[in-house]
């Protein structure tokens, strides 16, 4: 069934406070998405940011991340007042994210919350016995961060780092209070996303999540089984994970994540693995495997090194890991993110696996060589999109292109100043053949530069932090939308 849907991740929606949340312009983003005549709402990782602000880079990959918990809803639920948070510097502009001031402030916030909050709430019990998989260790993860000033596990006193037993039992006593306000934080997390993703089934809406192939050194993950990394005795990696070089790195992206044991993984059936996934699962209607690539083979750089140059490929788990998975979560519905550096092993991996790849709309336009990214060369089962949130945003791409580059785009999608470049690149995505297509907020806005999500392979402080504008997601906007929809038949009616 053909259809279509919005990227924008939940950070990126207007109102107070200084970053999107879980609250009324969640929902009410999720009403202009059915007028629209979208069926799918695609976000990025809902899990604790982490280094650079990425929430690619996450402490844990089962804990909520706290920015996105509405404090109006506390508000409603009596657990804040209106005037605690009016003094409070949130951001320095309406339309960025401050990670800096978030990090000061958001926390403290909650805290007050908690402050108020009855502990012996049943629906609260119940969440901490739901989660006790993950939870407790979370929690505990991270009061000790707190009482180690922000260290990572590594740098812990040793029975800390190396979870001795005794050192383990005897921080759940001292850090009972602590553990207690962390669990707190993740039933508000898991309570206003249940109740917003509820909505959004209501409404027809599928939310696309993305689950990050690496976890970084410095989380819950690694610190609570390290036999599943390329980990030393001392639990320093061995290497790490990164990109080779190419034409636009030339010394490729060293990413620093540790690399997995896959053969330890293999020997217990891929359970690790399996329960995130599940997880995910659960979290999302649909999961985005990031670096999909990655499970054919994977980029590993001596740990140490500077820059990414001196890695080496790696075979992965290649289709037994995909036939654990799809024996283990026959329901599991994935999208595999074959971008990258592609060879014929990884297309004959995605091909095998069944799941739907991804075609970039704007990397098909280099008039120098045949690109398959090209929609003449699409299959249905594909996801389209205008671009990623790695990407420029497209006005940015017309802007930017060489003039080779923008004469052939010009000329394949039948471009005109009337139409608008960027619509009528979208336009051309919803056209392709692909059963489902996914465009970026930012291009339905035709918005430039500054909008731009993310940079790969940078420490930028604008990455992440774009926020829309409330005023121009509008009914006028939707129709336009609703109309192109409808005109390629991917209402999905």
């Known amino acids: 069934m053909r259809s279509s849907g919005i990227l924008m991740h939940i950070s990126s929606l207007p109102g107070p406070y200084g970053i999107g949340t879980m609250g009324k312009q969640a929902f009410a983003f999720v009403d202009f998405l059915k ?22 880079q996450s402490c844990s990959t089962f804990a909520g991340n706290h920015y996105l918990i509405d404090l109006e809803c506390l508000i409603e639920d009596g657990l804040l007042y209106t005037e605690e948070l009016e003094n409070i510097r949130w951001c320095e502009r309406e339309e960025k994210a401050d990670f800096g001031l978030l990090y000061n402030n958001r926390l403290k916030v909650l805290r007050l919350a908690y402050s108020r909050f009855r502990d012996t709430d049943a629906a609260f019990a119940r969440f ?41 039992a005897a921080a759940f006593v001292e850090l009972a209070e602590d553990i207690q306000f962390y669990c707190f934080v993740q039933y ?22 993305d ?12 610190w609570r089984e390290p036999k599943y990394f390329q980990l030393e005795e001392t639990l320093e990696p061995v290497a790490v994970a990164g990109c080779p070089p190419d034409a636009f790195t030339a010394d490729g992206q060293l990413w620093g994540n540790p690399l997995y044991r896959w053969d330890i993984l293999k020997e217990e059936g891929y359970g690790w693995w399996l329960r995130r996934l599940a997880a995910a699962g659960e979290l999302y209607d649909v999961v985005r495997m990031d670096h999909f690539r990655g ?29 654990a998975v799809k024996a283990g979560l026959p329901g599991l519905r994935l999208i595999a993110e074959d971008l990258g550096y592609l060879t014929q092993e990884v297309l004959d991996l995605r091909d095998g696996s069944g799941f739907p790849g991804m075609k970039v709309l704007q990397f098909g336009f280099d008039p120098k060589e045949p690109s398959n990214y090209l929609p003449h060369t699409y299959t249905q089962n594909s996801v389209c999109y205008t671009g990623t949130h790695d990407n420029l ?30 619509w009528g690149t979208i336009r051309t995505a919803f056209a392709s053949v692909s059963d489902t297509v996914i465009v970026p907020m930012q ?16 420490l930028s402080d604008s990455n992440w932090t774009w926020r829309a504008n409330c005023a121009i997601m509008n009914q006028t906007l939707a129709n336009r939308i609703l109309a192109l929809t409808r005109l390629y038949d991917r209402l999905g009616e």
């Open 211 to 222: 689950v990050p192939i690496y976890v970084p050194l410095d989380s819950v993950e690694v």
């Open 443 to 458: 291009d339905f806005l035709n918005l430039g530069g500054a909008s731009r999500m993310n940079f790969p392979g940078t």
């Open 188 to 209: 508000l997390f898991f309570k206003q996303w249940n109740a917003l993703h509820a909505y959004a089934k209501e409404q027809g809406i599928a939310i696309i999540g």
């Open 295 to 323: 499970f054919e083979s994977y980029w590993s750089v001596p740990y140490g090194d500077d820059t990414a140059r001196n890695g080496h490929w790696v075979k992965g788990p290649g289709m037994d890991f995909i036939n």
């Open 35 to 56: 007028s629209a005549g979208q069926r799918y709402w695609q976000i990025l990782p809902l899990t604790p940011t982490g280094y650079g602000d990425s929430p690619y």
């Open 128 to 168: 901490r016995a739901e989660n006790d998989g993950w939870l407790p260790d979370f929690a505990l993860f991270m009061a000790l961060k707190d009482k180690n000033g922000g260290k990572p596990w590594y740098q812990w006193e040793d029975g800390l780092k190396f979870r001795e037993p005794g050192a383990i």
């Open 393 to 422: 945003t497209m006005r940015q791409w017309f802007d930017t292109a060489e003039e080779d580059a923008l004469a052939f785009a010009k000329e394949y999608m039948r471009l005109s100043e009337e139409e608008g470049y960027v």
